[in-house]
């Protein structure tokens, strides 16, 4: 009731006043307190810990020395970090890739009405509500070497001769984890571009079709230039969601065999939990953060220049 009669007052008047200027922040901000006392004050406190050397001894002692950027050149400088940034940006690569071109694939395939297709549909996205550490145990499954399913079909269509020890080789290793993480993305995919090719104008394709667009022309020249947005947001998502990646990671292989599957999040833990140098930890989590705040503001500067277009 305050809300109409606040937009009554501003149609009648044409202007804002000073409190209704306010008012829209006044509206967000227990929202805005509460996420930053959850996101904020970790965040804030991480990059605190990262100027400083922060071991479990000094944990102990209470008294962390401010070191500078010491922590920061310590785990750039280390052949660890750029091994885990490689197996990262690998991992999220091709996890993307074919996240998007199966839930795209999907996307259109659901939206033509056919028998069952509201079941499957249901069920391909209920994956998305399965934790990912349920996820990582039956890919482990999956995967293992005597008995898994991966294998046995694998060698029963002759595709290999024997079985592969998938979590025994690093190539092996690391595609089973992309692999599990497709799988777990795919649901993700499916429903952005659903929504997205759902709100797509009937009239366009109705039009391209009584000029003779066939279906593989609608969907080059119609469907994909409409939804670069919802593209771009997608994978931006994706982007966000895959390089933060940690449990089905570490639930399957622990980085493992070797360094074979290290990715950023992993070796983080590694560092606080393993080497107990929380500082070092601070600093490749926030590293991390760098990286996503570079892909958000190329994401807003996209979308930005789309909308002036």
């Not at 996420?35 to 990059?47: C, E, T």
């Not at 810990?49 to 922060?54: E, L």
């Not at 089973?176 to 777990?184: R, S």
């Amino acid at each position: 009731m305050i809300f109409q009669s606040m937009i009554h007052n501003i149609r009648k008047r044409g202007k804002f006043s000073f409190g209704e200027k306010l008012a829209p922040y006044f509206y967000i901000a227990p929202a805005a307190l509460f996420l930053g006392a959850i996101l904020g004050f970790p965040i804030l406190y991480s990059f605190v810990i990262s100027f400083q050397k922060y071991t479990l001894q000094t944990l102990i002692s209470r008294n962390a020395p401010f070191v500078g950027f010491q922590n920061y050149y310590a785990v750039l400088t280390d052949p660890a970090f750029s091994v885990a940034l490689t197996h990262s940006l690998i991992f999220t690569f091709f996890s993307l890739l074919f996240q998007f071109s199966i839930g795209l694939g999907l996307a259109i395939l659901f939206n033509k009405a056919f028998p069952m297709s509201s079941l499957m549909r249901g069920l391909l996205l209920s994956g998305w509500q399965i934790p990912s550490v349920v996820v990582g145990t039956v890919f482990l499954w999956l995967f293992n070497l005597d008995y898994g399913l991966v294998n046995f079909i694998l060698t029963s269509l002759q595709v290999i001769k024997e079985p592969i020890g998938w979590f025994f080789d690093a190539n092996a290793a690391l595609a089973a984890v992309i692999i599990a993480n497709i799988w777990l993305g795919i649901p993700f995919n499916l429903i952005l571009l659903s929504a997205g090719i759902t709100g797509l104008p009937e009239d366009v394709y109705e039009a391209a079709k009584v000029d003779g667009a066939n279906a593989w022309q609608q969907l080059v020249y119609l469907t994909i230039p409409l939804l670069k947005s919802t593209f771009v947001a997608v994978l931006m998502l994706g982007f966000i969601y895959t390089l933060r990646a940690f449990d089905l990671v570490w639930i399957m292989t622990k980085g493992g065999p070797g360094s074979a599957t290290e990715v950023l999040p992993t070796f983080a833990y590694r560092l606080s939990f393993i080497h107990f140098d929380f500082g070092q930890s601070a600093a490749v989590a926030i590293i991390m953060l760098m990286i996503l705040l570079c892909a958000a503001v190329l994401y807003l500067k996209t979308t930005m220049t789309e909308e002036k277009l």
